[in-house]
């Protein structure tokens, strides 16, 4: 079965530092690969996805992520992070074919201070 | 505006009772699904249906039973036999198994 590990659970910054949250899945074959966030008091929304092409891609909010197929790893990146980007982020993996349904990594909690 | 409801935001039962969540979208989306989000341990896959009629377990479905008789609307029954049911209960569809996820505003449920 496939997993999505996020190793950081808790992470604090301070505004216009740099931001990269790991993610790492144990799938071979073919996935597709999401980045979801989910602000304090809201739903879940997409930040950014990835299913084939440039391994770069770019989501809102100046996100992006970078998925290197080798280390089976999809990392998310912020340049400079501001307070309004306090919230938890959560690595998805879905394969593309057999069971399609989204698996989540446990979350990364991101504090920003001002 | 096209959306998933979750119904009710809040609800509480006493142990033993089984009880019904609703899920409803008129996203015109093929699939659908129910999580169950833990602290810490993310979002966990219950069950999802890919088409009207049919429905597959996730990683966590004992204790659980759904229904997809019709297309825009995915129940969720928490049973008696689920051993931890306390936990927040998020429904999310997609226009197809690939496709990004609309997620619900949840339901919390406490069973005391």
């Known amino acids: 079965a496939q997993s999505v590990s996020q190793h950081n659970h808790h992470v604090i910054l301070s505004e216009a530092a740099s931001l990269e949250l790991g993610c790492n899945y144990s799938?071979?074959?073919?996935?597709?690969l999401f980045w979801y966030v989910q602000y304090p008091g809201q739903h879940l929304q997409l930040l950014l996805k990835?299913?084939?092409?440039?391994?770069l891609v770019k989501g809102i909010k100046g996100f992006e992520a970078e998925f290197i197929k080798s280390k089976f790893s999809f990392n998310l990146r912020k340049p400079s992070v501001q307070w309004s980007d306090t919230a938890e982020y959560f690595c998805?993996?879905?394969?593309?074919?057999?069971?399609?349904?989204?698996?989540f990594g446990s979350g990364t909690r991101l504090q920003v201070q001002p | 505006d096209g959306g998933i409801t979750q119904s009710p935001k809040y609800l509480f039962r006493k142990e033993g009772q089984n009880v019904t969540l609703s899920c409803e979208q008129n996203?015109?989306?093929?699939?659908m699904y129910w999580y169950r989000q833990d602290p810490g341990q993310g979002l966990r896959l219950i069950y999802y249906?890919?088409?009207?009629?049919?429905?597959q377990k996730g990683d966590i479905a004992e204790g659980y039973s759904v229904s997809r008789e019709k297309k825009e609307s995915f129940p969720l029954t928490v049973t008696s036999a689920q051993k931890n049911p306390t936990a927040f209960y998020l429904c999310?569809?997609?226009?197809?198994?690939?496709?990004?996820?609309?997620f619900g505003n949840g339901t919390r449920l406490t069973v005391t």
């Open positions: 990835y299913f084939s092409g440039d391994p």
């Open positions: 999310a569809s997609s226009q197809q198994a690939s496709s990004p996820l609309h």
């Open positions: 249906s890919q088409i009207v009629n049919d429905f």
């Open positions: 996203l015109n989306h093929d699939a």
């Open positions: 998805a993996v879905n394969q593309d074919t057999g069971r399609r349904a989204l698996t």
């Open positions: 799938y071979g074959g073919t996935v597709n």
